[in-house]
C-alpha cells in the first residue's frame, strides 16, 4: 500500500502532462473521424440541389467530448482501474456470509419476471403495455436464451462461434416453411426446429474439428453468410427477400388459439378487451419457460462428464486429448446443444414475428449475442442475463434521445447516433470489467469447498 501511494504521489504531475498529451492527440483523430460525417453534411435546398451544410459547432463539440474523456480516462479511470486491480490479487480468498439477496438472486428475479406482463397490464392497460412487454419484455428473452445457447459453444467448450444467427435462422425458417407447407402447430414445430437446428450445427462441427482461434472463427463465419445468402437466393423456397410471411401463429396448446376469426379464440372466450397484448403476454411466458429450459439444461450439463469435458477442452486441447478425452464428440456435442437451443429461439421468433426474411440474420447479429456474452462473463448465466437486459434494452431506451437536441442543437438526429452512443458505452464498460459483469468463475469440480475463483487468477477472456 506504501508502494502503490509513493507510485500515486510521484506521478501525479507526469499522469497530468500525460493526459494532456492523450487528449490533444484523441482531438486530432476524433476531427480527422468525424470531419466529414459531422462536420460537413450533404443535403438539398428549395430547388433541389445538392449543397454542403457546414455543422463546425457541433463537430467542436463531439471532439471536446472525446479530448475530455479521453483525459479523465489517463488522469482517475486507469489509475483507479490499475490500483483495484492490484489490490484483488492480494485477496486469494475472500470469506463471508452472502446478503439474503444474493443467496436468494435467481428467485428474487424468477418472481419479477412473472408479475412483470401483469403489471404492466395492471398499470397501463392491455394496450399501453405492448410496447414494455414486447420491446422491453419478449426482445430482451430472445436475446437472452441465443447468448445461453452461444454461450455453451464460446463460454463453456472455447470455441469461437461468429455465425450463430445461421443456426437462429435455420430454426426460423423451419418453423416457417413447415407451418406453411404441412400445417403444423407451433408445440410440434419448436421441437423440430431445435432438432434440425442441432443437425446443422454437428454439420458445421465436421469440416471445424482440426480447426481453433481465429481460424475457426472465421469459418463459422463464412458458414453464417452462406445461410444468409442461400436464404436469399433459393428464391423457390424460402421467396428470397420478400420472406415468408402470415406463419401461423402459436396456440395455446391446441385448445385455445389468438386468431380473432376463430370460434376458440382466447381473448373472446374469457370475455377480455381486444387487444394484441394478450397474444404478447402469452409469448412473453413462453420465451420465459424455454429460457429457464435452457439455463437448467445447461447447469445440469455442466455438471456431468461431458460439461466437464467442455470447460476442460476450453481450458486446454492438448492436455484434454492426453486425458483420454474424445475431443471430436466434445466439439461436435457442443455445436449441437448450442445450436438446439439458437433453432428453439428461431422458432420462437418466427411464430412472434409473423414474418421472416434474411435481413433479420445478418453478420450484426450474431457479434450482438457474441458481445453479450463476453460483456456478460463468459461461462456466467447470470451476468449474461444482465449483459443481455443492458444492452438490448439499452438500445431500446436511446431510440428516444430528443434530450440530446437540448446538447447539440435542435439539427441534431439522436436516432443516427444511437448506435454510437451504445458502442462507446460498451468500450467503457470492456474497460472497467474486462472479463465481464461476472468477473469470477466457480467450477463445477471442486475439492471439500467450492470457492470462485477471482478474474485476476483466470486466463483473460474466460474470467
Excluded at 506504501?2 to 486530432?28: M, R
Excluded at 402459436?250 to 372466450?269: C, E, Q, W
Excluded at 437448467?296 to 456431468?304: A, D, H, K, S
Excluded at 457479434?367 to 456466467?380: C, E, F, K, P, T
Aim: net charge positive.
Amino acid at each position: 500500500m506504501a508502494n502503490s501511494n509513493f507510485v500515486a504521489g510521484k506521478t501525479a504531475p507526469g499522469l497530468v502532462q500525460k493526459g494532456i498529451t492523450d487528449a490533444l492527440w484523441t482531438a486530432v483523430i476524433a476531427f480527422g473521424m468525424f470531419v466529414l460525417y459531422i462536420g460537413l453534411k450533404t443535403d438539398q435546398n428549395i430547388d433541389n440541389k445538392l449543397i454542403i451544410v457546414q455543422r463546425w459547432g457541433l463537430l467542436a463539440t463531439i471532439v471536446a467530448i472525446a479530448a475530455v474523456g479521453r483525459f479523465i480516462m489517463t488522469v482517475a479511470v486507469q489509475p483507479y482501474l490499475a490500483a483495484r486491480k492490484a489490490a484483488k490479487a492480494k485477496v486469494v480468498a475472500v470469506e463471508g456470509e452472502p446478503s439474503f439477496a444474493a443467496r436468494h438472486f435467481n428467485k428474487i428475479a424468477l418472481v419479477l419476471l412473472l408479475i412483470y406482463p401483469l403489471a404492466a397490464v395492471g398499470i397501463l392497460g392491455p394496450q399501453g403495455s405492448l410496447t414494455y412487454v414486447d420491446n422491453f419484455g419478449i426482445q430482451i428473452l430472445i436475446y437472452v436464451m441465443l447468448a445461453w445457447g452461444l454461450n455453451i459453444v464460446v463460454g463453456l467448450a472455447g470455441l469461437l462461434d461468429l455465425g450463430y444467427v445461421a443456426f437462429y435462422a435455420v430454426g426460423a425458417y423451419s418453423y416457417a416453411l413447415l407451418s406453411m407447407h404441412f400445417g403444423l402447430s407451433f408445440w410440434l414445430l419448436l421441437p423440430i426446429s431445435g432438432l434440425l437446428a442441432a443437425l446443422w450445427g454437428m454439420i458445421l462441427g465436421f469440416p471445424v474439428l482440426r480447426l481453433r482461434g481465429d481460424y475457426l472463427a472465421i469459418v463459422t463465419l463464412a458458414f453464417g453468410e452462406i445461410i444468409r445468402i442461400v436464404l436469399t437466393n433459393w428464391t423457390d423456397v424460402t421467396q428470397g427477400s420478400f420472406g415468408i410471411s402470415n406463419i401461423t401463429k402459436a396456440s395455446l396448446f391446441g385448445i385455445y388459439t389468438f386468431d380473432m376469426k376463430d370460434p376458440h379464440n382466447f381473448v373472446r372466450s374469457f370475455g377480455l378487451p381486444i387487444s394484441s397484448a394478450w397474444y404478447k403476454i402469452f409469448l412473453f411466458y413462453v420465451i420465459l419457460a424455454l429460457c429457464m429450459l435452457t439455463a437448467y439444461v445447461t447447469i445440469r450439463l455442466r455438471r456431468m462428464p461431458i460439461g466437464r469435458a467442455w470447460e476442460a477442452l476450453r481450458e486446454d486441447e492438448i492436455a484434454c486429448r492426453s486425458l483420454g478425452i474424445n475431443t471430436v464428440t466434445t466439439k461436435l456435442t457442443a455445436f449441437a446443444t448450442g445450436a438446439m437451443f439458437g433453432g428453439f429461439a428461431g422458432s420462437f421468433f418466427a411464430a412472434r414475428q409473423g414474418f421472416v426474411s434474411p435481413e433479420s440474420f445478418v453478420f450484426l447479429e450474431s457479434a450482438v449475442i457474441l458481445a453479450i456474452v463476453v460483456l456478460g462473463g463468459m461461462g456466467s448465466l447470470k451476468g449474461i442475463a444482465i449483459a443481455a437486459i443492458a444492452m438490448v434494452g439499452g438500445t431500446e431506451l436511446l431510440r428516444d434521445m430528443d434530450f440530446l437536441k437540448l446538447i447539440f442543437g435542435p439539427d441534431f438526429t439522436p436516432e443516427l447516433y444511437r448506435m454510437l452512443i451504445f458502442g462507446l458505452a460498451m468500450v467503457v464498460v470492456m474497460i472497467i470489467k474486462p472479463r465481464g459483469f461476472v468477473g469470477t468463475r466457480e467450477p463445477t469440480a471442486f475439492l471439500k469447498e467450492r470457492k470462485a475463483v477471482s478474474g485476476s487468477f483466470t486466463k483473460e477472456g474466460h474470467g
